[in-house]
């Protein structure tokens, strides 16, 4: 279905990271061109001079990368997702096609708006206000057809004129969204309900200024499943929730206070601001941050580079974010051969649902899960060591510099179990830490180390030297000299491998036993039992 005049943006203001929710504003618009065969354009609307960074823009770009997504048109393509956030990453470098340059605020040095203001004023419809320009509503309703919602009409009445140029000189998101749709061809503009109110001083304007108005296609919302509106202001509510739960009298919320402070987060963290965080004065997510360490609780992902940290992929979240408020039928849930793929093919708008969309969580943690486990094991290796070089644990980052063998071993060991890529470092944290920090569950010494007499000490106690003789570490060997042994004394497997995990491990579960030795060394091993015998010798009182 080529249609070479299908023009297609993705407008975002770079005041922030990006939420998951523009994330799937872009793949629709992406889709959409791809699927005609028409131009995706990338555009920052950076006219907010106080809110607008550079360092939001490099997100962005990186975030969008990561996702899969590519442009026609926009500030440069970075190479790869990582590289956009390096300095030597210039966005606003040689542009991606002739139309730009693609963020506003160059546009306004290069004065592209101010013709656009001029034939306002020479059509009477724009005025000066204090400094600001406004433009002049027609005092007529302003109906628009929608592609997703149909006819929306907004009366005269509850329309006012509005400001076209800030006191600052700047032009508003409203002028320099129809001037730049206009001048870039757009022909779709593909955007969240959330700018629907925004139309009547688009098309307004469009009309004023002669522009053919462009094909209007408003999508869902995102909600939580609670209701609310998905935003990044969950974060802090959530970590604020958790820091009430904690401390419910206010004695204790002291000592929470001095603890977020102690913490230093990257910014300085001053006692009266987490207390207005607290208060719900501020949002701050240095502050939601800190105490979600403090108490160790996780926090939402709402951003992109929440799910990233949390290990999810971005086959798995294109894929998810994709039904959120569009429909391919026939219920299609996982898109073949991949979601990048099946979207370019099939998107489009009448798949498209009017009503808001419900983010299910489990359901994306499920499609993570399927990810992880459709993936080869050396893709799996490969990104896992990214996640962990960028995200940490620091030490699983050394662990895969320094023993790439044993890293990659672990690896192995957990793709099959991991449902997130910062799971196995989590689950496996026992692997990198020295043998004196592993702490012994006291249920699984119980049960399997003092039951009956201690018999599960004495079986450490009698393989420990038969460990040690082994010649050749690897997972077949140490699982068959522990098979032996089990065998020899007419054990079952469980009453030496158990022990064995207890000694190493501190809990009870773990990868294979084999595998488990196999990526600890002998050494490791030879210690950590000798530590745990001598620690759950020791009479309990
Ligand atoms: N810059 C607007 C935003 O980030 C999007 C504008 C649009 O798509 O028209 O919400």
Not at 44 to 63: H, K, N, P, Q
Not at 115 to 129: K, M
Not at 310 to 333: D, F, Q, R
């Amino acid at each position: 279905m080529a249609d070479q005049t299908v023009v297609t943006r993705f407008a975002p203001s770079p005041s922030g990271a990006l939420h998951v929710g523009g994330a799937r504003t872009a793949l629709f618009n992406w889709a959409y061109a791809r699927r005609h065969g028409g131009r995706f354009i990338l555009r920052m609307e950076d006219t907010d001079r106080a809110r607008s960074s550079v360092e939001a823009a490099r997100g962005i770009l990186a975030d969008l990368r990561w996702l899969g997504l590519d442009w026609d048109e926009g500030p440069p393509l970075p190479p790869s997702w990582e590289q956009a956030l390096r300095e030597e990453f210039d966005p606003f470098g040689s542009p991606r096609g002739e139309g730009g340059p693609y963020f506003q605020s160059r546009r306004k040095d290069a004065a592209v708006y101010e013709p656009f203001v001029e034939r306002l004023r020479d059509a009477g419809v724009a005025y000066d206000d204090d400094g600001a320009v406004r433009f002049k509503m027609p005092g007529t309703d302003v109906t628009v057809e929608d592609a997703i919602l149909g006819e929306v009409t907004v009366a005269a009445a509850d329309l006012e004129d509005f400001v076209i140029v800030k006191s600052d000189g700047y032009p508003t998101y409203h002028l320099a969204v129809v001037v730049d749709d206009a001048l870039m061809g757009v022909t779709h503009v593909i955007r969240g309900q959330e700018h629907l109110n925004n139309v009547p001083k688009h098309a307004a304007l469009q009309d004023a200024l002669e522009i053919e108005r462009p094909t209007f296609a408003h999508i869902p919302l995102i909600f939580n499943a609670d209701g609310s509106k998905m935003s990044k202001r969950d974060k802090a509510k959530a970590a604020r929730a958790a820091a009430l739960d904690a401390c419910p009298d206010a004695k204790n919320r002291d000592a929470l206070v001095d603890r977020v402070v102690e913490m230093g987060p990257a910014e300085p963290v001053m006692s009266t601001a987490v207390r207005g965080f607290l208060e719900k004065d501020n949002d701050g997510i240095q502050i939601a941050r800190a105490i979600a360490s403090v108490l160790d609780v996780a926090l939402p992902e709402i951003e992109v580079d929440d799910f990233r940290a949390s290990g999810y992929l971005p086959e798995a979240l294109v894929n998810y974010t994709a039904l959120l408020g569009w429909s391919p039928g026939g219920h299609i849930e996982k898109f073949e051969p991949d979601a990048m793929s099946y979207l370019r093919e099939h998107f489009g708008l009448e798949g498209v649902n009017k009503s808001n969309a419900r983010f299910d969580r489990e359901k994306l943690f499920r499609f993570n899960a399927d990810v992880i486990a459709a993936m080869s094991t050396d893709d799996f290796v490969a990104r896992f060591r990214e996640h962990c070089r960028r995200y940490g644990p620091k030490a699983f980052g050394a662990m895969s510099n320094a023993k790439p063998d044993q890293f990659r071993a672990l690896a192995e060991a957990y793709q099959p179990r991991a449902r997130t890529l910062a799971e196995p470092s989590a689950l496996g944290q026992f692997f990198v830490v020295d043998a004196e920090e592993i702490e012994f569950d006291e249920k699984a010494v119980r049960k399997v180390l003092h039951k009956n007499d201690c018999e599960g000490l004495d079986v450490l106690e009698q393989l420990r030297p038969i460990l040690d003789g082994v010649e050749d570490w690897s997972d077949e060997v140490t699982e068959a000299t522990v098979k032996e042994f089990a065998t020899a004394n007419a054990l079952g497997m469980g009453k030496v491998a158990q022990p064995l995990r207890v000694a190493v491990s501190g809990g009870t579960v773990s990868p294979s036993i084999g595998q488990t030795l196999a990526i600890l060394g002998k050494a490791a091993t030879v210690e950590r039992i000798d530590r745990c015998v001598s620690v759950c010798r020791a009479p309990t009182g």
